[in-house]
C-alpha cells in the first residue's frame, strides 16, 4: 500500500507540473520554415531511437537484469521530456519553436540516461522516475547558466553537441548520485554478460554510433550541417579504430564491452568542435577520446569504484565523463575566436552544479529504500529467470 | 504436391492482381511539392521500420515461434504493399501521388500486421498470405466507406492516425478470424517467453514507439506536423507511465509483457485526435489508454478467451481493440468541430466490417487446413530448436 | 610484440593518407540546395544503418562468432570511410559536395563489408583492417573506370544502385580472397546457427530491407525519387515471396538463412535499373532474383565450395554475385536507350577487376597469418563462451 501511494505521487507530481504551465502550444509558420522544422523532426527521430534503441540496449549487456534497464530507459523518457517541456512552458523562458524545444528536452533526456547508467542495479523502477523528477529541474537550471548564459556570468561557450553540459553533466551527477547509494556487496558482485547480451549491448552501440551526427547537428543551420556530421562520423571512427588497438593492446585480448562503449566516445568528445574542427582534427580528436575511454574502462574503473566506493554500473565515467570534459577543453585548441576563461567557466559551473546535484538526488532516493543485494530483474518482474 | 500448387495458387493471384492495374506510376513533379514529397518518403521508411522491425520482433515474445512470427512479417508486408498498390491503381479510385499512395498501403499493411497477431501461433505460412490476399479488399473497402466517404453515408470523421480504421479494424478482423482457428488444445498450451524474447520484443517495442509519430503525422500538412508529433509523444509518455503503474498495481509485479505491448497504447488511442488535441489532453489520453490496455491485458484476456473460445496470442484486442475504440470516442470531446453522429457511424461502420470481414475469411483459411497443436518453428522450418 | 607493431602500422597507414589529403572540406551553400543536401543525409543516415546494423547483424547467424562479426563490422566502417574520403580529396578526382562524397564513401563500404562476408569466420580483427586498406584503392579504381569512365572507354551505364559496381564488385573480390585464405579443415566444420542467432541475423536482413530504397535513391535527383524508392520495396517484396516458395520447395521445410539472405536479393537486383522500370518489371526482377537467390543458397553454394575449395561463409555470391550480375544484364531489356556494349563492357572490367584484386588481397592478408580452425570469439575476445 505505501508503494502504491508512492507510484502514485511520481504520477502526480508529473500531471501537476504539466497543468501548471499546460505546456507551451507552437504556433503555425510556412513555406521554408515549415521544411526546415520537419527536417529538424527528422533529426528528432534519430535521437529518440538513441534514447530508447541506443542507452536502452547498451545497458543490456548485464544479462541479470536487461528486461530492467529497456523497462527504466522507457520510464526515464516517459517522465523526463514532458516535464522538461512542462518547466520549459513556464513563463521566465525564452519562448521556442515547438521542435526546437522538444530536441532540447530530448537533450536533457540523454543525459538523464546517462546518469541512470551509473545506478543501474542499484536502485529500483519506481526510483528511476523519481531520479528523473529531481534531475530534470538541475538540468534546466544548469542549462540556463551554461548554455543561455540567462546570469550573464559565463559568456558564450563551445558545446552545440554537449560533451559539457549533457555528458559530463550526466556522468557526473550519475556518479555523485551513486554515492549515497552503493553499499559494499554491491561492490562484491561482479556483473556478468554472455554472448547474447553482449550482441544486445553491441546493437545498442551500433544505434547510438549510426544517429549520432544528428544529435550533435540537431539545431545546427541548415548550410552547416554537411560538414558537421562528416566530422562526428569521422571522430567515431576514429574512437572506435583507437579502441579496438587500446583494448587489445591493454588487456591482451578484445573485450566486447570496450568496443561497444569506447567506440562512441569520439561521438561524446567531438560535441564541442564538430561545427568548428577542420576533417583531421575531427579524426584526431576521435582517436584521442576512444584511447583514453578505453584506458578509462580497461584500468582505471576499478581503482575509481575502490577509491569513491561506488559502483559505476555502466561506466559512464569512462564513456561520458572524462571524455566530456577531454571534448570541452579540445575546443580550446581547435575553436578560433573562442573565449577561454568563459569555456572553463562553463565546465567548471557544470562540474560542480552537477556534483552538488547529483550527492542530493542520491541521498533523497536514498531515503526511499536502499536494495541490499544487486537488483535482478526477479525482483520487480514477474518472471522466472 | 498439394502444398506446391497451393504456394503457386498465392503468387499467381498476387501476380494476376498486379497485372490488372500494372500499378499505376507516378507522374514527374518539382521544387517545393518534390522536397514535400521526399519528407513524405522518409516517414514512409519510418513506417516501414515499424512494420518489419516493430510488429515483427514485438510478437518475438514467443520463444517457440520467433522465427516464423518474423518471417511472417516479412510475407504480409511483401504481399499486402504490392497488393494494395495494384488494387487502387484500378479506374475507380482517386489518383494520387506516389508516396501518399505508398503510405496508405503501409496503413493497410500495419492493419494487417494487428489481424495477424491475433492468429500467431495457429497458422502456417502460406495461410498468413491468403489472409493477407483476404484482407486487403476488405480493408480498402472500409477504407473508402468511412475514410474516403465514397458513399456519402458517413460524413467527415476525425482519424487521421487510424484509432478506428487501422488499429480497430485489423484488432476485430483478427480476433472475429481466431474463431475459426482456434481449437480447446490451442487454449491449453500456455506461451512461454523467456529473459531473451522478452528482450526483442521490448525492441520491438521501442521501434514502435520511436517511429510512432511519424505514423501518425504521414500525410499531415506540413505546418501541422510539429505540433502532432509532440502530441503523439506525449500520449507514449502517458501510456508508458500508467501502464507501469497499472501492471505493478494490479500484478503486484511487472510483466514486461505489459510494458513492450500497453505503453504503446497511447499511440493507438490518440490517431484519432492528435492532430487536434492540446498537449496536455494527449497526456491524458495517453495515460487513460495505457491504464486500460493494461487492465485488458492483466484482467480481461483470460476472460475474454474463455468467452469466446479463441487464442488471441498477442493480445491485439487489449492494444489495438480497445484503446482504438476509446481514442475515436475520445475525438468526440477533443475535437471541436466534430458531427458526432459521423463520428459514431464511422466506428460502428468499421467494426461491423471488421467482423464480418474477419469471420468470413477465418472460415476460408481454416479451410486450409487447421492446426491440431500450437505452432512451433520445428513444424515449417529447418531447425532443432 | 610483433601483433603490437602490425596494429599500429595499420593506424598509422590510415593517418597517413588521411594526413596527404587533409580530406576536402565542403563549402558552404544556401536555400533550396541547402535544403536538398540535408535531405540527402537522411539517406546517407539510413545507409549508415544499412552499413552497421544490417550488413552486422545479417553474419550474426553464426552463433560462435557473432561478437567478432559485429566488431568487424565496426573496424571496416571506420577504416574505410575515412580511407575513401581521403583518397577521394586528392586532387586527380573531380570535387563533389560533401554529402554526395560521404555517401559514395558508404557504397565503397557497403562493397567492403559484402567482401568481408565471404571471409568471415577465417581472418583476424586486425586483418579485416588491412582489408578494408586494401580494398578501398582497387574498389575507387573501378569507380574511376566504369562509373566515372574517367578513361572514356566503357561509356554510360545503368547501375545507379550498384548492382554491378557495388554488389558484384564486392562478391566476387571476396570469394576471390577467400581463395588465399580457405583451408580444407574449414569446409569440414559446419556453421551452426540456433534460435537467438536466427533473430539477430533476421534483425539484419529487416533493417537492409527497410533502408534498401534510400541507399539505391541516395543521389537520384530530386523529381526521380518517389517513383525509384516504390520500385525498389516492389522488388523487395518480389523477392521476399519468391524466397519462401523457393526456399519451401526445394528443401521441403524453410531455412531461416535462405529468407534472411535471399529475401534481399530484389535489392541488389534492382540496383541497376530501379530509376528506369515500371513498377511490373520490379516485381518480376525482384520475383527472378528472389528464386535464383534461394536456388544459389540451397543448390549450388555446396557444390561451388567444393569446386573452388572455398568458403564462402555467408554465402556472398548467392546474395549478391550472381544477383548482381542478373541485375546488370536485366538492364539491357528494361533501360530505353542503353548502349547495350558500354553495358557489357562495365560489367565485365567489374567483374575482372574485382577478381584480380581479391586475389592478390587475399594472398596479401594470408602472409600476415592464416587460421588453422575455424574462428571463435574465444579466440581473439576476453569472453568465455
Not at 82 to 110: D, H, N, R, T
Not at 129 to 143: A, C, D, H, K, R
Amino acid at each position: 500500500m505505501k508503494n502504491f501511494i508512492k507510484k502514485f505521487t511520481v504520477l502526480f507530481a508529473v500531471l501537476g507540473i504539466s497543468a501548471i504551465g499546460v505546456f507551451a502550444e507552437g504556433t503555425g509558420k510556412s513555406g521554408i520554415s515549415a521544411l526546415l522544422e520537419v527536417q529538424q523532426y527528422n533529426r528528432a527521430i534519430h535521437i529518440m531511437a538513441m534514447l530508447l534503441l541506443g542507452f536502452g540496449f547498451l545497458m543490456v549487456f548485464v544479462k541479470k537484469y536487461g528486461r530492467s534497464a529497456l523497462t527504466a530507459t522507457f520510464l526515464l523518457v516517459s517522465v523526463s521530456i514532458p516535464l522538461y517541456l512542462a518547466v520549459k512552458s513556464m513563463g521566465i523562458f525564452a519562448e521556442k519553436q515547438e521542435i526546437e524545444q522538444f530536441i532540447l528536452a530530448e537533450f536533457g533526456a540523454a543525459s538523464l540516461l546517462i546518469a541512470a547508467g551509473a545506478l543501474l542495479g542499484r536502485i529500483k523502477m519506481y526510483q528511476y522516475m523519481v531520479l528523473g523528477l529531481l534531475f530534470i529541474p538541475f538540468y534546466v537550471l544548469n542549462e540556463l547558466i551554461v548554455v543561455d548564459d540567462h546570469f550573464e556570468f559565463i559568456g558564450k561557450i563551445a558545446d552545440t553537441g554537449g560533451s559539457i553540459v549533457i555528458h559530463a553533466f550526466g556522468a557526473l551527477f550519475g556518479i555523485s548520485a551513486a554515492i549515497s547509494l552503493s553499499k559494499k556487496e554491491h561492490r562484491e558482485v561482479s556483473i556478468l554478460s554472455d554472448a547474447v547480451s553482449d550482441k544486445f549491448s553491441l546493437l545498442g552501440s551500433m544505434v547510438l554510433w549510426i544517429f549520432w551526427p544528428s544529435f550533435c547537428a540537431a539545431l545546427v543551420p541548415v548550410e552547416a550541417i554537411p560538414a558537421s556530421v562528416v566530422n562526428v562520423f569521422i571522430a567515431l571512427s576514429g574512437s572506435t579504430i583507437a579502441t579496438y588497438i587500446a583494448s587489445v593492446s591493454i588487456r591482451g585480448k578484445i573485450d566486447a564491452a570496450d568496443i561497444a562503449n569506447a567506440a562512441l566516445a569520439g561521438g561524446v568528445a567531438i560535441g564541442a568542435t564538430f561545427d568548428h574542427a577542420t576533417h583531421f582534427e575531427a579524426m584526431i580528436i576521435g582517436l584521442i577520446a576512444g584511447a583514453i575511454s578505453t584506458v578509462g574502462f580497461a584500468i582505471l574503473q576499478d581503482k575509481q569504484q575502490r577509491f569513491h566506493k561506488i559502483v559505476d554500473t555502466c561506466g559512464v565515467s569512462n564513456l561520458h565523463g572524462i571524455p566530456g570534459i577531454f571534448g570541452g577543453l579540445a575546443a580550446i585548441v581547435v575553436v578560433d575566436g573562442l573565449v577561454v576563461s568563459s569555456q572553463l567557466k562553463g565546465i567548471l559551473v557544470t562540474v560542480v552544479l552537477a556534483i552538488v546535484a547529483g550527492l542530493i538526488s542520491g541521498k533523497i532516493i536514498s531515503l526511499l529504500g536502499k536494495m541490499k543485494t544487486i537488483y535482478e530483474d526477479t525482483a520487480e518482474f514477474d518472471v522466472e529467470d
